[in-house]
């Protein structure tokens, strides 16, 4: 499985960027898809999961409301839209995916991880 996230870049803040996570090497249904983020000097932190029928996510509590995890299960696509962007958001982010039924904040729980995307968001 190979996974690659794009879609990262400098955004003031308030703004909004999507980000996404191609998929490729396996069967993308099978899997479910979640978004970590690692900001400089600090651990890789759990941002959000989808499970593979779409029809349960999980936020970490400092981006609910904000951000919004979804998947295209037809194109091999994870997303993750990004609003109301804050300086503390600036990171790079990872798509990773787990072949589990369960949704997970872990990130040992995922088996599989793309490169990271900067999200810069600035004053």
């Known amino acids: 499985v190979q996974l690659q996230a794009s879609g990262g870049g400098l955004v003031q803040t308030g703004g909004s960027l999507r980000l996404s996570c191609a998929f490729s090497?396996?069967?993308?249904?099978?899997?479910?898809m979640g978004w970590f983020r690692q900001a400089p000097g600090k651990e890789r932190e759990f941002v959000a999961a989808?499970?593979?029928?779409?029809?349960?996510?999980m936020y970490a509590d400092f981006v609910k409301g904000r951000f919004t995890i979804s998947r295209d299960n037809a194109r091999n696509m994870a997303y993750l839209q990004m609003n109301n962007l804050k300086q503390e958001d600036t990171a790079d982010y990872f798509c990773?995916?787990?072949?589990?039924?369960?949704?997970?904040?872990?990130?040992?729980?995922?088996?599989?991880w793309g490169q990271g995307t900067q999200v810069t968001v600035s004053s």
């Open positions: 090497g396996g069967v993308f249904v099978n899997h479910l």
């Open positions: 990773a995916a787990r072949s589990n039924t369960w949704l997970s904040r872990n990130l040992d729980d995922y088996d599989y």
């Open positions: 989808i499970k593979r029928s779409n029809d349960f996510t």
